[in-house]
């Protein structure tokens, strides 16, 4: 698949956390090209690009899952009690229209419902929506209705119905699941146009579950992999719409993040400064951050005493069910990846442990 493609196919693919099956199956197709690709029974791929290889064992990731709704229980009207999937603002949920994969493996159309204004009470119209007060709806008026004629039951789960667009003159995607498609796109592609070249470092790929119910996942690939670095793919926040000037640190089409500290983890600071050094020297556009909030597969992995860091994408208006990000800035993710890879042998890798 073209990249432009291959990025749409990526988003518009059904993969909440725990329901991967879509988005791994996509993943291994785009794949083929490598011998050494390996699926577990939690859908976690891994890809060892030269395995023959010598030097560091470099590892990408980037997570499969995307936010989401799992249905809790089914009223006798016919809706839906659900939980999310990670996690969801609620007040980005009423009114979106959601499909549920139902037990025949089909997807069925649904809104969240919201109150009419014509039946809420003044405080009720002033009140910021709980989850506990929303419900899915799919038109059916039973619970005997939405178990027997949509086949949903207990447990099925569900992701926002939006199907994704490009805008070729804005180099603009809007669609969902861009954390972290964006960076499952710019992962493949990564390793795409590595395939050929001759490396310094053993080459490995990590596509991971269920990262956003606690970066479950990628602790399988990292067993699997063994590796010595980690380079983190993500869609990460973007910060350009609501955020004042001087805090603004992940505009649209201003490069990839390179987060310096989250909640989850205190990036290694001579691997950061080693990739913004690599993107200084090769133009490639990057922008640097320090976040109050927020986690990465990262979190998980650096915790084994492996180095990482985290090149995030910016996405607008993450963990909803519309958002923007731009071709740029995937482009430019990609280029430093690629850079990256090629730059970290064995004297590098053995720097980030002793001072020079
Ligand atoms: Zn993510």
Known sequence: MKEIERIKALSDAFGPSGFEDDVAKLVKQELKEFEHVKEDKM?????????????????????????????????????????????????????????????????????????PPHFSSAKEKDALPQIENMVLDCGSVSQEMTEKDFHIGIASPAVPNVTCTYDEEKRLFFGKAFDCRIGVAAEIETLKRLKNKKLPCVLQASFASQEEVGDRGVYCNYKELQPDVMICFEGCPADDTFQEAHMVQAAMYKGPMLRHFDVSMITHPRFQKFALDVARKKKIPVQESVRSGGGTNAGRIHLEGVPCIVIGIPVRYIHSSNCYCTLDDYDAAVNLAVELVQALDAKTVDGFQFYN
Request: with cysteine; glycine share 8%; hydrophobic share 40%.
């Open 43 to 115: 859908r976690n791929v891994t890809c060892v690009v030269n395995p023959k290889g010598k030097g560091p064992r470099v590892m990408l990731d980037a997570h499969l899952d995307e936010v989401g709704l799992i249905v809790q229980a089914i009223k006798p009207n016919g809706t839906m009690n659900f939980l999310t999937l990670g996690r969801i603002m609620p007040a980005n949920l009423p009114s979106s229209s959601f499909k549920i994969r139902n037990k025949k493996g089909k997807d069925v159309e649904a809104v969240i419902a919201a109150k």
